[in-house]
Structure formats: structure tokens, C-alpha cells
């Protein structure tokens, strides 16, 4: 099985851009009835993370308590002087694995898939691979 990859385009310094549907479409197009979705973000200042889609202020109180966390002043010795962006891809994780039900993720009632940008704006890439 191939591995596809998802360009997204982010459109401010930090978000988390829902890819739900985006995901969604290369399992439908995989033909895997059963099995996992593995959906991986190659860079090292953004995530992927899965939560809650429906109620956007959501997001907003993830990425308020990320910037609590992580201040954005250091002291940080990276010199591209964006550490805090490093730090909070970190803490969110570079891939998430899931099901495959029906032909379909399982995903709960509320739950989406995000890309967490954290760097932006920018282009960035999303690798998906669907193995029965
Ligand atoms: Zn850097």
C-alpha cells in the first residue's frame, strides 16, 4: 500500500487545522476494509493530534494552555529562535494511529483529526498509510 501524502497549507503562526475529511478520503480510496491508518507529519515544528472538531474553542483552549506551557520568551539556546515551536511539536507528536472499520476510520462523535501548526504560516506535509 502506497503512502499518500496530504498537502496542507496553514494560515497563521499556530492552529490546528482540521484534516478529518482529507484523512478520511485516502482510507475510502485505499480499498482497506479493516485495519490501521497511520497518519505521520515529517517536520519538526508541527504535529498531529486527534480531539475534539465539533466545538472549536476546543482548539483555541489547546493551543492557550500549549503557549502557557511553553512560553515564548526562554531562555532557549536554538538559535533559529524558534524553540517554543520545537518544544510543543514535541509534546504533541509527530503521528497518530487509527482504526479502520467498515472501510471507514473509527473515529468517536466528537473527534477530528489536526494538524498542529505551531511554525506557520507555511506549507507542510502529511503522510498517510492505510494497511489492512
Ligand atoms: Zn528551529
Known amino acids: 500500500m502506497?503512502?499518500?501524502?496530504?498537502?496542507?497549507?496553514?494560515?497563521?503562526?499556530?492552529?490546528l487545522q482540521d484534516i478529518t475529511e482529507r484523512v478520511r478520503e485516502v482510507v475510502r480510496r485505499s480499498g482497506v476494509t479493516e485495519g490501521v491508518c497511520t497518519v505521520y507529519v515529517?517536520?519538526?515544528?508541527?504535529?498531529?493530534?486527534?480531539?475534539?472538531?465539533?466545538?472549536?474553542?476546543v482548539a483555541a483552549d489547546i493551543l492557550a494552555a500549549l503557549d502557557r506551557l511553553v512560553p515564548a520568551q526562554g531562555p532557549y539556546r536554538h538559535p533559529e529562535g524558534n524553540s517554543p515551536a520545537h518544544i510543543k511539536a514535541s509534546l504533541v507528536g509527530s503521528s497518530q494511529s487509527l482504526l479502520v472499520q467498515g472501510g471507514d476510520l473509527v473515529l468517536?462523535?466528537?473527534?477530528?483529526?489536526?494538524?498542529?501548526?505551531?511554525d506557520g504560516p507555511r506549507q507542510r506535509r502529511v503522510l498517510v498509510s492505510v494497511r489492512p
Open 108 to 118: 468517536g462523535t466528537w473527534q477530528g483529526i489536526f494538524l498542529a501548526e505551531f
Open 42 to 57: 515529517p517536520h519538526t515544528t508541527a504535529g498531529v493530534l486527534v480531539n475534539e472538531s465539533y466545538d472549536p474553542t
Open 2 to 15: 502506497a503512502i499518500v501524502t496530504v498537502q496542507v497549507t496553514t494560515d497563521r503562526q499556530a492552529s
